[in-house]
């Protein structure tokens, strides 16, 4: 389908102007060429009804996403946006992925009784709308809105199972607490898990800093608890603790 004259797309809040549109429906792309240059939009069926993607003899779902070739992508669901994308340039395609580099990408995660959104920055990216895929490498940094700041060298996201995972080393910081790990994984629900060594330093105010070494660590929002496990050895002062397993309980605040 090819239209000509002044053409007006619009999505909710989102509007673009161009002069020509071409649609491919079988695809589910458009291209917009416009005096700024071109513009492209990605349509991106999110119906979890069924394996096909919709449920039997359902009409097809309206667009739910927006792609635009000057470095950015929204991708919608419900209405509601569910995650960010921006880029510095696009370095090509490996099958349906985008290789993106100078990425920085918002979505929102399940926090205890509310949602909140997470920002991850990195040098370069592979991602890969549907099924939601994203793998950034290099200078990774993850910041949430409630305070958490992590960073590592690769970083996997998989949208799907609202998981996040790397296998190299990450240091994270959160008020008066900080560390470090050999590996790190994150689930909506399951909680974060440290694979060691596991180093974590705690400075309150309080009193002498405290500091935590164990072979393995598990933290819940939900359930406001940190565990360590494997030769737990926890420090503060002149005072030494040795133990297989130590569990921290947090208060409202996650301190």
Known sequence: LLTGGTVVVTQGLNTMRGQRLYVDRKAGTMEMTAPGGRIAAQFVREDEVGKAGKAPGAAASPAHGTTVDDGSLLRFREGKQRVAVKWRSMAGKEGDAMRLQGVEVGLPFMAPGRESNATITAEECLYQPTPLRASFR?????????????????????????????RDAVRFRRGATSGTASAMEYGTGGGLSLHGPV????????GPPAEIDSASAWASREERVVRFEGGVVARQGDRVLRSDRLQLNLDATLS
């Open 138 to 166: 290099g200078d990774v940094k993850v910041r949430t809105a409630d305070g958490l700041e992590l960073d590592t060298e690769s970083l996997k996201y998989w949208g799907d199972e609202e998981r996040a995972f790397t």
């Open 199 to 206: 180093h974590v330093l705690v400075e309150d105010g309080a």
